[in-house]
């Protein structure tokens, strides 16, 4: 089922993979298995792991290092070592590698189920809190594999006080339909670590991204770009590019003209984009259809096509799972459509999403 806590566990032992996995399945787990460190961290990627239990001895591998470089790849991940001696230096070594808990293969099931539901309940939480931080605050995105970056854009917010980073992510690929946010305004793209990506794919990571944040704007981060790369990305969709080293002050400006509309680029460029706009050599944007869907109803639309169940929907919009239906049905009527998929490919054909 959907709503079921994804779980992933990691160890080299067959025999312990598939105990856990069978048990934990019979107590409403999604179970996920991995038997090594690069097999998890591909896995942890693609996939919204809630609690990841982790063998203390991998084989070669140490599993202190592995938790580093999973928490590295996605941070609200609850990271519970297992090992079969548990000791002082154990406990004190997974404190300070900011593990949430460990597990004896020693104790009995009640105990370990106990540990493993209140890491689930502190994932929870904590993703509540998040949404809280940002319910009044202007959400903004990140797509960067430099630490400092993110740690530079999360100092912006706090200074500011009227931002909020939601969510950072290494690669395009990262990004998963369960974080579909329709209030997020700003996706920032690094442009020293994805800038020739963007340049040889930029239709289709551009497309990414709205898929998960529908009415966020791209803005491409500390980029040595071309003029004519510049006026290629702005066609695109792109709508602003914030130099290295920028003032505080500058960037908060740059920020807030992309967010009420416009675009942050050198003069010399947005002249040239005029231009080719006036010549008619840039195709101007189809007018949508609205089929007259409230806002609330456009969310709607939008998680389903990023293909968010009705529960994930709910939470993720703060509604009843009964509300969502509503919104559902009335989408269904205004678009003359009977199902999920023909009300997103209407949705898609008319420029819509």
Known sequence: MNDQPHLL???DDEGVRTSFALW?????????????????????????????LVDLKLGEEDGFQVV??????????KFLIITAYPGYDTAITALKSGIFDYLSKAEDNETILGKIQAAVAAHADEARQ???????????????RRELVAVGLRAFCQEQGAFHLTRVYH????MRPQDFDPGAALCFICGACHGKVLLDAGTTMLERIKSV????????????????????LLQLGVRGFIAPNMPTSVMKDAV???IEGGIWAPKHTTDRLLTSLLQGTVAPKPRRASFHLTPRELEVLQAMAAGLSNAEIAARLFLSEKTVKTHAHKIF???GVDSRVQAVVKAGEAFLL
């Not at 470089?69 to 609200?76: D, G, K, S, V, W």
């Not at 690669?171 to 990262?174: A, G, K, S, T």
């Open 213 to 232: 944040y529908p009415e966020a704007k791209p803005v491409v981060l500390d980029a040595q770009l071309s003029d004519d790369d510049q006026l290629n």
């Open 130 to 144: 998040r949404a809280l931080a940002g319910a009044e605050k202007t959400r903004l995105a990140l797509i960067c």
């Open 333 to 335: 009527r205004k678009m």
């Open 68 to 77: 580093r470089r999973l928490a590295a790849l996605n941070t609200h991940v």
């Open 256 to 258: 807030a003209a992309v």
């Open 24 to 52: 934990l399945e019979t107590e409403g787990f999604h179970i996920h298995t991995a038997s090594h460190g690069d097999a998890a961290a591909a896995f942890i990627e693609r996939e919204a792991v809630v609690v990841c």
């Open 9 to 11: 566990i990691v160890d």
């Open 171 to 174: 690669r395009f690929e990262q």
